[in-house]
């Protein structure tokens, strides 16, 4: 579910010539992941926990990520503090939410307690790379304007010109890299979840069951793997699976087909039912 409004993103928050990304997130691997690539953008990254100072962080912040299914950080109460904070300071940051597809009602209360745009996880990973670029245009833009009224002459104009050319094809191809990337850890992530959920209910399941279950999962997930690489073991009131696999980031060119990197996964979950 996303909203219609357009997120508004500026340089505002820039540290130095850095931009500043907030996120507030309970889950720690999919923060993390998500920092790889905010990261290689150059874009400082700040996670909130409770306990920190909001207001403090967002004077700094181009933009606000928030889980909106985390009661950890209660995340409806957090994106209205910062929805307030910015209509009292006139400050320009982006509210961004994302959730779980099943938590309707959270994402709902996500889009009216502030967010400028509620997305579902999946949705979310897929506009990474869009409000990234949001993010790195806008300073871009203020540090060729701070530039251009340097008043050094039109050669470091000319220079400045050419860093921002520079700076614009290596965005293109870090968003590029993370829109065919990031999914692979979501994916990864999910295929994890149902094995957990399926664990829970293993007690009224057979492994044929739980496994044709998990084999839509890993079908709608397009996950590279045969049906035999999915192994489920029972050990009386525990169970284990596991699913090793490569995802493979390739491009094409002139008709043929070139691997950039390989990303090894191994999802596994043990558990009593």
Same mark, same amino acid.
């Given at each position: 579910?996303?909203?219609?409004?357009?997120?508004?993103?500026?340089?505002?928050?820039?540290?130095?010539?850095?931009?500043? *990304?907030?996120?507030?997130?309970?889950?720690?691997?999919?923060?993390?992941?998500?920092? *790889? @690539?905010?990261?290689?953008?150059?874009?400082?990254? *700040?996670?909130?926990? =409770?306990?920190?100072? +909001?207001?403090?962080? +967002?004077?700094?912040?181009?933009?606000?990520? !928030?889980? @909106?299914?985390?009661?950890?950080? =209660?995340?409806?109460?957090?994106?209205? &503090?910062?929805?307030?904070?910015?209509?009292?300071?006139?400050?320009?940051?982006?509210?961004?939410?994302?959730?779980?597809? *099943?938590?309707?009602?959270?994402? &709902?209360?996500?889009?009216?307690?502030?967010?400028? &745009?509620?997305?579902?996880?999946?949705?979310?990973?897929?506009?990474?790379?869009?409000?990234?670029?949001?993010?790195? =245009?806008?300073?871009?833009?203020? =540090?060729?304007?701070?530039?251009?009224?340097?008043?050094?002459?039109?050669?470091?104009?000319?220079?400045?010109?050419?860093?921002?050319?520079?700076?614009?094809?290596?965005?293109?191809? !870090?968003?590029?890299?993370?829109? /065919? !990337?990031?999914?692979?850890?979501?994916? /990864?992530?999910?295929?994890?979840?149902?094995? &957990?959920?399926?664990?829970?209910?293993?007690?009224?399941?057979?492994?044929?069951?739980?496994? %044709? %279950?998990?084999?839509? /999962?890993?079908?709608?997930?397009?996950?590279?793997?045969?049906?035999?690489?999915?192994?489920?073991?029972?050990?009386? %009131?525990?169970?284990?699976?596991?699913?090793?696999?490569? $995802?493979?980031?390739?491009?094409?060119?002139?008709?043929?087909?070139? @691997?950039?990197?390989?990303?090894?996964?191994?999802? $596994?979950?043990?558990?009593?039912?």
């Amino acid at each position: 579910m996303a909203a219609n409004d357009s997120v508004k993103i500026t340089a505002d928050g820039a540290s130095g010539n850095s931009p500043v *990304v907030v996120i507030a997130g309970a889950d720690l691997l999919f923060c993390s992941k998500v920092k *790889v @690539v905010t990261e290689a953008l150059g874009i400082q990254v *700040v996670s909130y926990r =409770t306990g920190h100072n +909001l207001e403090e962080l +967002l004077k700094k912040a181009s933009l606000l990520l !928030v889980d @909106v299914s985390s009661s950890k950080i =209660t995340a409806s109460d957090l994106i209205f &503090e910062a929805h307030q904070f910015r209509q009292s300071s006139g400050r320009n940051f982006g509210i961004v939410g994302y959730g779980p597809h *099943v938590e309707v009602d959270a994402l &709902e209360m996500a889009k009216e307690r502030g967010c400028d &745009e509620v997305l579902t996880r999946s949705s979310f990973v897929e506009a990474l790379p869009r409000l990234l670029s949001a993010v790195t =245009t806008s300073a871009g833009q203020d =540090t060729q304007s701070k530039s251009s009224f340097a008043g050094n002459g039109g050669k470091e104009n000319g220079a400045g010109k050419l860093t921002v050319i520079v700076f614009g094809a290596i965005t293109a191809a !870090v968003l590029y890299t993370a829109y /065919y !990337v990031l999914p692979f850890y979501y994916y /990864y992530y999910e295929i994890q979840n149902q094995f &957990e959920q399926v664990i829970a209910v293993a007690s009224t399941e057979s492994d044929q069951e739980i496994r %044709r %279950r998990l084999s839509y /999962y890993i079908q709608k997930y397009d996950l590279p793997v045969l049906q035999e690489d999915l192994f489920i073991e029972r050990d009386g %009131r525990q169970m284990h699976i596991r699913l090793p696999y490569e $995802e493979i980031f390739s491009v094409s060119w002139s008709g043929k087909e070139y @691997v950039l990197w390989r990303f090894p996964f191994r999802a $596994e979950a043990r558990g009593e039912f």
